[in-house]
């Protein structure tokens, strides 16, 4: 597998863990990391879908997941380079949203600005008890690039995605619970075991049918309901012509585990 310079990436049977690696600037993003993690996650989109099930995106150290953008590296772009690193970060996480395999994030300590946008790209977010989210950009005289102020809206709600995007408040992980933003809190001790463990659970279901859900929950989020009901008969019964369903299907008769093949 290829080594990467802001990255580590893991394999643990059908999950893979990707990591920032930068934690002597709490992980923070520049346009290398950003591209990084849009080839990382490239290779997931071209991938077998069988051979990796289910990511797990976290950061180095016990400090952060992501603290932010990398102000220094952010303060004497001109306003075409803000565009182009805008749009490289905005890529990352259309591709997240659109890989085949579910992704997760898992949040230690800090997850600020470009964190947070990180974080939301991804389909599930669990915190440690000691994460912190926040879209502070307006202190430094911007907003959210990454997607923040778009993500979050749809995550918890216009007037309070609003209200955070325009505090700049930084808010604990039980109270992103509370808001949504997060699924799970956990100990951070506890919290790796945790993701990775979801994971697996995921990657024994049908990986077809893990990818459809994926697609027509994000198609059909934004669409009126009529619509989004459409995709969703469309979805189910396109999985009636693969070899997973009748496996599937089979097994439940037969009262056994099924024997998933992505086929």
Do not use: W
Not at 220 to 240: T, W
């Amino acid at each position: 597998m290829k080594e990467f310079k802001t990255l580590l990436i893991e394999d643990r049977g059908p999950i893979r863990i990707i990591t920032v690696n930068r934690p002597e600037v709490l992980n923070a993003l520049n346009p290398t990391v950003v591209s990084e993690l849009y080839e990382a996650f490239a290779m997931l989109e071209g991938a077998h879908p069988g051979d990796v099930r289910g990511v797990v995106l976290c950061g180095a150290g016990e400090k952060a997941f992501v603290a932010g953008a990398d102000i220094a590296a952010m303060a004497d772009m001109s306003e075409d380079d803000a565009m182009t690193f805008a749009s490289a970060g905005h890529a990352v996480g259309d591709l997240i949203a659109n890989l085949p395999v579910p992704v997760m994030a898992a949040v230690q300590g800090f997850a600020l600005g470009g964190g947070c946008e990180l974080a939301l790209a991804c389909d599930f977010i669990y915190a440690s008890a000691k994460a912190r989210f926040g879209q502070p950009e307006v202190k430094l005289g911007v907003i959210p690039g990454f997607g923040g102020s778009q993500r979050l809206l749809r995550r918890i709600g216009l007037a309070r995605a609003m209200e955070l995007c325009m505090t700049g408040e930084m808010i604990r992980a039980e109270r992103a619970l509370e808001l949504g933003l997060v699924n799970k809190v956990l100990a951070p001790e506890e919290l790796m075991e945790a993701a990775v463990t979801t994971m697996e659970t995921i990657a024994t279901m049908g990986p077809r049918a893990i990818a459809k859900v994926k697609r027509v929950m994000h198609e059909g989020a934004e669409r009126p309901l009529e619509a989004a009901n459409q995709i969703e008969v469309e979805g189910f019964a396109s999985l009636f012509n693969t070899e997973d369903q009748t496996e599937g299907m089979r097994a439940f008769i037969d009262k056994r585990s099924p024997d998933f093949k992505n086929a």
